[in-house]
């Protein structure tokens, strides 16, 4: 996938980066791009598993550009590996101009997102036969 062409999917996640979400130098702070990326990745967690599930580790980070206020933000989630109560799960972040039609990669990383049972205890992501 190259890193000016948006993925031809629809995202699993998209918003628009407000003045509230910046750091004190006035681009995105990189902690909301880390959540929005963590919500993304949950909700397909929560979609394989059918139920709860929680974030137990974030491999590969990395930033490739700034947001800027005003870009729209879109979060492509897809699953990498499914285990026995852990999935993985790979997610790229899409920074989009409000006034262009092309888009940048800006973040990726893979989410470890383990299936929880009532007690908040790992348990299997598909039912055991
Ligand atoms: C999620 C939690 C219940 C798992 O409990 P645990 O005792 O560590 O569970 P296990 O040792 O049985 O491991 C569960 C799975 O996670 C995997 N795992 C454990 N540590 C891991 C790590 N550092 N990186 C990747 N996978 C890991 C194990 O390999 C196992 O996968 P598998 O069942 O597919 O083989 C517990 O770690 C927890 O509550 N963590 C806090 C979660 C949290 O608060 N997240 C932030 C908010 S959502």
């Known amino acids: 996938m ?27 702070f990189g902690g909301w791009l880390m959540s929005q990326m963590d919500l993304a990745a949950g909700s397909i967690a929560s979609l394989t598993a059918r139920g709860r599930s929680a ?29 026995r109560s852990s999935m993985d799960i790979h997610v790229e972040a899409w920074r989009r101009e409000r006034d262009s039609e092309t888009g940048q990669k800006v973040t990726e990383a893979t989410f470890t997102f383990v299936a929880l049972d009532e007690n908040g205890k790992a348990r299997p992501v598909k039912p055991e036969a």
């Open 55 to 83: 974030t137990i580790a974030v491999e590969g980070m990395k930033f490739h550009r700034p947001v800027k206020v005003g870009d729209e933000v879109s979060l492509y989630a897809e699953i990498e590996r499914i285990g």
């Open 2 to 28: 190259s890193d000016e062409t948006m993925p031809d999917c629809s995202p699993t996640i998209r918003t628009i980066a407000m003045p509230a979400d910046t750091n004190p130098a006035g681009d995105i």
